[in-house]
């Protein structure tokens, strides 16, 4: 065997091991970033929808999915939505926990945002947006307060706070919280999203 043709079969070979040993650790990594996500939803399930106890997924589309959280004796508590909207820089995605019957948001978490820091990144801050969200009334179409309100007790029942100086991101958030309340109304009509349960307090 010629020597260029003892190099050609060793490169092979350490190419083969090579890509082989990257593809063993994409696979391993892949689900292993999948379980921590899944992890991640699910306590961020169980932050919104308080006194959840276990979780089922209900429904799922694309930038949709929602799951219902039920108490120690398998009774439906409340629903947990998890949306999908365009920010201002891109995609805002977040858990928001309602009760059973759709009329009162429990609070909303922020799962994944690329928003400007120090602007638009605020909704992951409790103190200027977040706290803004609990409690509220859902049962007609959400609205922004412009300008911002300094507490929560300014605001109306159905009124969220906006965040100063980045108003797209708070409507961005807004419009995908209407949307998706509204399509899990029709979804809950059509018999595929159950509602049978007792709302928690």
Request: proline content about 2%; overall charge neutral.
């Amino acid at each position: 065997m010629s020597l260029s043709t003892r190099m050609v079969a060793v490169l092979t070979s350490v190419g083969l091991l090579s890509g082989g040993f990257l593809a063993g650790v994409g696979l391993l990594t892949k689900e292993r970033i999948a379980l921590n996500k899944q992890q991640e939803i699910e306590e961020k399930i169980s932050a919104v929808v308080p006194g959840t106890y276990s979780i089922e997924k209900f429904y799922e589309e694309k930038d949709l999915t929602v799951y219902g959280g039920k108490d120690k004796e398998g009774k439906l508590i409340g629903l947990a939505i998890h949306a999908s909207g365009m920010g201002f820089q891109d995609k805002i995605t977040f858990m928001m926990g309602t009760n059973t019957s759709l009329t009162k948001i429990f609070s909303l978490a922020i799962l994944e945002q690329t928003e400007t820091p120090g602007l638009g990144a605020k909704v992951d801050d409790k103190k200027s947006f977040l706290r803004f969200w609990e409690n509220k009334d859902c049962s007609s179409i959400l609205t922004l307060r412009k300008p911002a309100a300094s507490s929560p007790e300014e605001l109306g029942t159905s009124e969220i706070n906006t965040i100063t100086g980045a108003t797209i991101t708070s409507e961005a958030i807004l419009n995908t919280a209407n949307s998706s309340l509204e399509r899990v109304r029709q979804l809950i009509k059509e018999g595929k999203v159950s509602s049978e349960g007792q709302d928690a307090n």
